[in-house]
C-alpha cells in the first residue's frame, strides 16, 4: 500500500506546512512510518492527533519534541522547520534566523542520522538553508536537495489563467536559479496547448487570446512575486503546495518520475559551492543535476541568480553560520 515503510522524519510537523505533508505522506500511499517532529509541544500533539483521526490503515505514526528520537534511524528527513515568512518580507528576510536553524539540523543529521538516504529543506531561503545542512551535515551532495518546483508551478498556473485553459496544457515551464526575487524565469521550452509561447508573443494565440511582450512581462513579475501573493490573500504563506510537491519529491526518489526543478549543490560549469534550482532527476541514488537549454536571455538571467546566490552565501559565511569556502571539506569530506 505505501512506497515505503522506512522512517522519514518530518521536522517543523507542528506548522501548516509539516501537519499538510504528515497527513499527505500517508493519504497519497508515500510512507507508513512518519516521525513527527516540533519543539512547539501542543500544537504537535494535536496535528498528531489529527493524523490519528485520519485512520490511516497500517500507519506507525509517532511524535515528539526531542530532535534526537525524530531523527534516530531515519531514512528521509523533511523539514519546514524554520521561522515563517510574513507579511512584507522576503524570503531572504529569514536567512540569518533560518541559516542557524539549519546549520543545528545539519549537525542533528550528521549526529543521529549520519547515513540517512535523502533530506528534503523547505524552509526559506531555501537555496541557502539547504546548502547550510548540507554543509554541517557531512552528506554527500545528492543527498540533500530543497523545494523549487513552486515557482515554476505558480509559472504554469499564470499562463493556463491568462490564456483560459487547463493548467496541464501548459509544458515547459520552468524557474532556475534562486527560489526568490532573483529566480531566473525560462521562457525557452515553454508551450501553451502545443504552440511555442515564443511563437505567441510572434501573433499567434490560443483560445483566441495572445500574449504582448508587455503581458509576458507581467506574468514574470507575477510569479517572482507568487509567495507574497499568497500571504496577502490568506494572511499566511503557502502550505498547501509546498507539502504536496515535497511529498511528490519523496516519491521521485523512491522510483516515481518527478518532472519539476529540484535545488541541487553545483561546483560545476562556473557555478561552483552553491545551492539552487536547476533542471534534476531523483532516483533512489539521490538528485542529480544538469544545465538547462534556454535563450541567450534566459542563461544570462541564470548568472544573474547565481551571482545573487553567491552574495548571500558570502553574507552567511560573514556571520559565521557557514564556515570559509577553503574550510567545507573539512567539515563534510563529500565536498569538492
Known sequence: MYLTDEKVAVLGAAGAIGSNLSQTLLASGTASR?????????????????????????????????????????S????????????????????????????????????YC??????????????ITGLTTLV????????????AALDSTRLQTRLAQHFGILQSKVTGCRTYGGHGEQMAVFIGGIEIDGIP?????CGQSVNGVGMSADAWADVQEHVRGGGARIIDLRGRSSFQSPAQQSAFMLRGVLGESYAWPCGAYLNAEGLDHIMMA??????????????????????????????????????????GILPP????????????
Open 278 to 319: 536547476m533542471p534534476a532527476t531523483l532516483s533512489e541514488a539521490g538528485v542529480r543535476w544538469s544545465m538547462p537549454e534556454g535563450t541567450e536571455d534566459d542563461l544570462a538571467a541564470l548568472r544573474e541568480s547565481y551571482d545573487h546566490l553567491v552574495a548571500l552565501r558570502d553574507q552567511t559565511i560573514a556571520d
Open 34 to 74: 512518519v516521525a513527527m517532529y516540533d519543539p512547539f509541544a501542543p500544537g504537535l500533539e494535536g496535528a498528531a492527533e489529527e493524523v490519528y483521526h485520519c485512520g490511516f490503515p497500517n500507519a506507525d505514526v509517532t511524535w515528539t519534541t526531542e530532535i534526537a528520537e525524530a531523527l534516530e534511524g531515519a
Open 136 to 147: 554541517h551535515s557531512g552528506l554527500a551532495p545528492g543527498r540533500v536537495t530543497t523545494l
Open 197 to 201: 509561447l515564443t511563437d505567441i508573443l
Open 114 to 127: 549520519p547515513n540517512c538516504k535523502f533530506v528534503i529543506i523547505i524552509f526559506n531561503p531555501a537555496d
Open 76 to 111: 528521509y528527513v523533511i523539514s519546514s522547520g524554520g521561522a515563517p515568512r510574513k507579511e512584507g518580507m522576503t524570503r531572504e528576510d529569514l536567512r540569518r534566523d533560518n541559516a542557524e536553524i539549519a546549520k543545528q539540523l545539519g549537525l542533528d543529521i550528521k549526529r
Open 325 to 336: 569556502l577553503s574550510e567545507w571539506r573539512d567539515c563534510n569530506p563529500n565536498l569538492g
